[in-house]
């Protein structure tokens, strides 16, 4: 099993910048990929910014333009989403997910807001 525990959401103003970060427990040797992503209430869930095993960002939303990275240190871990030049359409719930052994697991979440 393992446990995913985001940290790092809040209220920001528009133009600001946000980290978040995912911190993985238990059985963490076999995680592979894990990614972020976000949704809001009524709406499909979209991917935010993925990154394989070895630490290597490998996808990123449309809507992201540069503006996100995503870092993974496994001494730590912990997968974290640099976010920069927030705007409000990038208010949503963030959640982290991972991948192990054919098996997906998400944390509870994390609620950003870009306020005008």
């Known amino acids: 099993q393992v446990q995913l525990a985001e940290s790092g959401g809040g209220l920001v103003q528009a133009g600001e910048s946000l980290k978040l970060s995912c911190l993985a427990s238990g059985k963490t040797w076999t995680i592979g990929g894990m990614a972020w992503y976000r949704q809001t209430p009524g709406k499909e869930r979209e991917l935010v910014a993925r990154?394989?095993?070895?630490?290597?960002?490998?996808e990123f939303g449309d809507f992201v333009k540069g503006r996100f990275t995503i870092r993974r240190d496994k001494t730590k871990n912990t997968v974290d989403l640099q976010m920069n030049n927030l705007t409000p359409e990038d208010t949503d719930v963030y959640s982290c997910?991972?991948?192990?052994?054919?098996?997906?697991?998400w944390g509870q979440g994390t609620q950003v807001t870009v306020s005008t």
């Open positions: 990154i394989t095993r070895g630490g290597v960002p490998r």
């Open positions: 997910y991972a991948q192990d052994q054919g098996l997906g697991y």
